[in-house]
């Protein structure tokens, strides 16, 4: 059982690996990192409309609904909290649910904020999901899509990326520190808390290997702001 096991983690790490190496990977890695304010996926609207009132799910986006999960011990109130996601904000209930929008098209960064319109947690939503979360496990995959330069590939990569890096044991321990600086901190991923740059470069080499060659001199994911977003609205 276990050798099965660690045969399917190897053969699931070795085609994330195929993926991140292809061509298209590597032209792109000229680009340069993109900013916060870009990874979501670009603005819901085009040329002639209006953007539509907060909490009011633009036309052409998918529906969907999720749950917040806090680290334990965080004082957050979820009720006071919401969703940041294609220029549209939409709040969290009491119970921890919301209902955003998201691209058809693939992945979408959303950005879970605190009262006061603070980053807290982040998650990749891919519209082939069967379910949708914000949590330090989603935060954790998030961080290392980032980190892997996932974000310069076409859209399809793009989802089948989130879908590895979610299935792979290693998250467990970014997400364990993601768990832990956040009760401590609530903006922890903005203020770059140190711990957490040490357990994404850990997490990147166990899951993708040290020889992966990313865009150069921005790609180092023990840097949390570059390319690996902070959760710093810009």
Same mark, same amino acid.
Request: hydrophobic share 45%; glycine share 12%; charged share 10%.
């Given at each position: 059982?276990?050798? #099965? ?9 070795? &085609?994330?690996? %195929?993926?991140? #190496?292809?061509?298209? $990977? ?5 680009? *340069? %990192? ?5 990874? +979501?996926?670009?603005?819901?609207? *085009?040329?002639?409309?209006? !953007?539509?009132?907060? /909490? ?8 969907? !609904? ?5 680290? @334990? ?13 294609? #220029?549209?904000? $939409? ?6 649910? $919301? ?10 960064? +959303?950005?879970?904020?605190? &009262? /006061?319109? =603070?980053?807290?947690?982040? %998650?990749? $939503? ?11 496990? !989603? ?10 330069? &996932? ?14 890096? =979610? ?29 957490? *740059?040490? @357990? ?8 993708? *290997? ?25």
């Amino acid at each position: 059982m276990g050798k #099965t096991l660690d045969r399917q983690v190897e053969e699931s790490r070795r &085609a994330l690996r %195929a993926i991140l #190496t292809r061509r298209d $990977f590597v032209a792109a890695a000229g680009i *340069g %990192a993109l900013g916060l304010a870009g990874c +979501g996926g670009g603005s819901p609207t *085009g040329p002639g409309t209006t !953007t539509p009132p907060p /909490g009011t799910i633009p036309s052409g986006l998918q529906t969907i !609904t999720g749950t917040v999960s806090l680290p @334990a011990g965080s004082s957050l109130n979820p009720a006071t909290m919401s969703v940041d996601i294609l #220029t549209q904000t $939409f709040p969290v209930s009491a119970s921890s649910g $919301f209902t955003i929008g998201i691209s058809s098209n693939g992945p979408s960064l +959303g950005l879970l904020l605190d &009262a /006061g319109g =603070n980053g807290v947690l982040m %998650a990749m $939503f891919d519209p082939g999901a069967t379910s949708y979360a914000i949590s330090p496990r !989603t935060t954790a995959v998030a961080l290392l899509y980032y980190a892997t330069s &996932a974000y310069m590939l076409p859209a399809s990569a793009m989802s089948q990326i989130v879908a590895l890096l =979610n299935g792979d044991p290693a998250v467990a321990a970014l997400e364990a520190a993601v768990a832990q600086a956040v009760a401590a901190d609530p903006h922890a991923l903005a203020n770059n808390a140190a711990p957490l *740059g040490s @357990a994404v470069t850990q997490a990147v080499q166990t899951i993708v *290997g040290t020889s992966l060659k990313g865009p150069p001199d921005t790609a180092s994911p023990g840097n949390l702001s570059d390319p690996v977003p902070t959760l710093m609205l810009l």
